[in-house]
């Protein structure tokens, strides 16, 4: 249950890359930190930088970089388009795993505090991490930006958290805080008009745009009865965006920061934007991703599209993810690549899906190897996968038949269940390796003494268990599998009828080979109450599994004959 955070950085220089490369030396050369992204751009002048691990890891990697941005970086000569108003903007840390927003909230206060006091550097916090909400908004703190901050930070309500209240000449002032996570997203419009761009991003955005009397540029601004403006909301809400014309691209952007996702979807940003373009007589080209993204995020993206064209949506995640990529139009300006570019594969261990990822022949040769895995555990997982993907294949065919288009949305649910299935039981084939290796790394485990006795028992037991749980995952899973294979036999396309039979078959030799894994590891379990049970309920799954395939099967015959 290690502690993960996330941590975002933002440096202003975009075009020197030698600088950045030292900033990001740094960040690496703290143990356990993974750097997962560096992003530069030139016309904003800004590198967004991306790395995660344990806490106390980041932040010591955070301090480092800011350091170092600070003797790199001089503000005084910086230009860009974005707004900024330090050597290291803004630097803000994020939950990921096993760890609540109010304990990152609380690092990224121990890392203001460090900033401040060692580095002198006048430190805001922001976000979750600052207690007054009247200056915990980025844009509010930032306004007036590095030219106004020598005035700004003299006033009593705009002293820094931590550090002297003085705007440094060379490196500025920085913001530093805890938040969720954000998408930054910038959409490519066919124009050059700043102008234009803007009244575009004001359409959208959640703050909207200032409520004028008469011409909405020019008029009198509206206030209310405390003399402040009233506005006219945008459209999307958790939505920041203002627009900017990029020079290196030679056309202007709608730049929005995504603050909950959620809410507000990628795209669904992106479908907005190319509304309100075209109300406006604007045409949306593409658009552009600056850092990370989750993989939720993109799967969703892809069956949205592939929804509004009423296609199934059950197809793999690169499938969705390619969809996604083409309709958003994120590899007009640069490539994109996946891999380094969603969040969850950048995390990925490097042994994580190694015998799913093997090819046919590679999977089969190892297996036939004098390695003692993969076993049967494993090939039953597979066998259980392929029952899913044939039963998937089925439901797709079905949705894109001629002549059914009314029922494409209900076979594409099928091919939705359909592809969790097999991408479920496709884990479970390296699982399965994996718990049979933990149970070999336990038995190897000293036994000199009563304690490492006592130790290397309390470690078989925990393997033993874990080599139980997974065989019997296979089984559950593969058994449910037989419900949609059975839906698909009955009212799928009648050409692939026999597709869905063999996808039975698949099925019932996964449950039956890995329950025979669960009957031989639960022998070596001490737990006898819980080997009862787990053998009681696999005996009832194997039972109803062959009951199913046998109705499967015969139907399948009949609908030949």
Request: glycine fraction near 8%.
């Amino acid at each position: 249950m290690t502690k993960l955070i996330e941590c975002v950085p933002n440096f202003s220089e975009g075009v020197n890359l030698a600088i950045i490369k030292q900033i990001t030396d740094e960040i690496e050369t703290v143990e356990g930190v993974r750097l997962l992204n560096v992003d530069p751009g030139k016309a904003t002048n800004r590198t967004v930088v991306t790395f995660v691990g344990e806490p106390e890891k980041v932040i010591e990697a955070a301090f480092l970089a800011i350091k170092k941005a600070g003797e790199l970086i001089d503000m005084s000569k910086h230009k860009g388009e974005h707004p900024r108003m330090g050597a290291t903007d803004v630097c803000p840390l994020i939950p990921i795993a096993n760890i609540t927003m109010e304990e990152t909230a609380e690092y990224a206060r121990q890392l203001a505090k460090r900033v401040g006091e060692e580095l002198h550097i006048p430190a805001y916090l922001y976000e979750y991490a600052q207690a007054d909400k009247s200056r915990s908004n980025l844009s509010v703190i930032r306004a007036g930006e590095y030219e106004g901050f020598f005035k700004k930070i003299k006033l009593p309500q705009w002293a820094p958290d931590f550090g002297p209240a003085e705007n440094d000449v060379r490196r500025g002032a920085t913001v530093i805080g805890a938040r969720d996570f954000l998408i930054a997203y910038n959409v490519n419009l066919n124009t050059t008009s700043t102008r234009r761009a803007n009244a575009i991003a004001f359409d959208v955005r959640e703050a909207g745009r200032v409520m004028r009397e008469g011409d909405p540029v020019t008029g009198k601004v509206v206030t209310d009865e405390n003399g402040k403006p009233k506005s006219i909301p945008g459209s999307l809400k958790s939505v920041k965006a203002i627009g900017w014309y990029i020079e290196e691209y030679g056309i202007a952007q709608i730049s929005m920061n995504l603050t909950n996702i959620e809410v507000t979807p990628i795209h669904v940003a992106f479908d907005e934007v190319c509304t309100k373009a075209a109300e406006r007589g604007i045409r949306v080209t593409g658009s552009e991703l600056v850092g990370l993204i989750p993989l939720k995020a993109m799967l969703d993206a892809g069956k949205y599209f592939l929804r509004k064209q009423q296609r199934s949506v059950g197809v793999s995640d690169s499938e969705l993810i390619k969809i996604a990529i083409k309709s958003m139009g994120l590899d007009e300006l640069a490539p994109f690549n996946p891999r380094e570019r969603i969040i969850e594969y950048l995390l990925e261990n490097a042994a994580a899906g190694k015998l799913a990822g093997m090819t046919l022949t590679a999977f089969a040769d190892e297996t036939a190897s004098e390695s003692p895995a993969p076993g049967g555990g494993s090939i039953s997982a597979y066998m259980g996968a392929l029952g899913a993907s044939l039963a998937t294949m089925v439901a797709n065919l079905s949705s894109h038949k001629k002549g059914w288009d009314n029922r494409w949305e209900e076979f594409s649910n099928w091919a939705e269940q359909g592809q969790a299935y097999k991408n479920e039981l496709l884990k479970l084939v390296d699982l399965d390796t994996t718990a049979f290796n933990k149970i070999m790394e336990a038995f190897s485990l000293p036994k000199s003494s009563d304690e490492e006795k006592a130790a290397r028992d309390n470690e078989i037991q925990n393997a033993t268990r874990y080599a139980i749980e997974i065989p019997f995952k296979v089984m559950e899973t593969a058994f449910e599998s037989l419900t949609l294979i059975k839906a698909m036999v009955e009212t799928g396309n009648p050409n692939s009828v026999t597709d869905a039979g063999v996808a039975a078959l698949c099925a019932r030799s996964a449950v039956l080979g890995a329950f025979m894994n669960v009957k031989i590891n639960t022998s070596g379990y001490k737990d006898k109450i819980l080997v009862d049970d787990v053998i009681s309920r696999g005996t009832e799954i194997e039972k109803q599994t062959i009951a199913l395939e046998e109705e499967i099967i015969k139907l399948v015959n009949s609908k030949i004959k």
